[in-house]
């Protein structure tokens, strides 16, 4: 079966600072790995996918994620935060047979 | 990218009551959908897959009689809720799948922007 674990369901930083959300997944058979991001009452947009190929991927807004297979983690990375960065990310993950398994989320708050 | 609506956005109804919410797959087919269901402050689980033509398939706890799914396009996915009480309350979000691919490659799914079941 697989799952996800996110450590940390509230982190803060300040504007300008590194952003950093940690994400472990089990899966045993190789993962499709996502982070969505959440504002406040809407759905989920797609930050990044990892499927196959290049293990740094870059995604929307400035965000990419590291798959590493041996740490079993795809933690997700901005250089400088923002405002606007404020809200819930979702790391999941998926098998071939397509249903995502989500993370119960981190929340991310921008300090001034 | 593909678009996804939902309709309502928002729903307050009284116990017993039922409530159906449409899924629907703007600018392309989708031959499968997803319905998931998030409590405040939780995380999005999922409730069923839903393919064209045929049955939903149901998570583990989920009450298929409870949560009726029907797809009947490949444009629209609807879910009611049957004699819904208080604790159906949450927000419910449905994805459509992008067909084609194939079995080495991923279909992406897109999700909708949710509806928020409010009942009294």
């Known amino acids: 079966a697989q799952s996800v674990t996110q450590l940390g369901s509230h982190v803060s930083v300040s504007e300008g600072a590194l952003v950093l959300l940690r994400c472990n997944y089990s899966s045993s058979v190789p993962p499709y790995l996502f982070w969505y991001v959440q504002y406040p009452n809407q759905g989920l947009q797609l930050l990044l996918k990892?499927?196959?190929?290049?293990?740094l991927v870059k995604g929307i807004n400035g965000f990419e994620a590291e798959f590493k297979k041996s740490e079993t983690s795809f933690h997700l990375t901005k250089p400088s935060a923002h405002m606007s960065d404020a809200a819930e990310y979702f790391c999941a993950v998926s098998d071939r047979d397509d249903k995502i398994i989500f993370g119960k989320g981190t929340r991310l708050h921008i300090l001034p | 990218g593909a678009v996804v609506s939902q309709h309502p956005s928002w729903v307050i109804c009284k116990s017993g009551t039922s409530v159906k919410i449409e899924c629907r797959s703007l600018d392309f087919q989708a031959t499968t959908m997803f319905w998931y269901r998030q409590f405040p402050k939780q995380s999005l689980m999922l409730m069923a897959t839903s393919n064209e033509g045929s049955k939903a398939t149901y998570e583990q706890g989920v009450e298929k009689d409870k949560f009726l799914i029907n797809h009947a396009s490949l444009t629209l996915s609807t879910l009611t809720v049957t004699s819904a009480h208080p604790e159906d309350s949450s927000f419910y979000i449905c994805s459509a799948r992008v067909p084609g691919g194939g079995l080495q490659s991923y279909n992406e799914q897109f999700f909708g922007p949710g509806t928020r079941l409010t009942v009294l």
């Open positions: 990892y499927t196959t190929g290049a293990t």
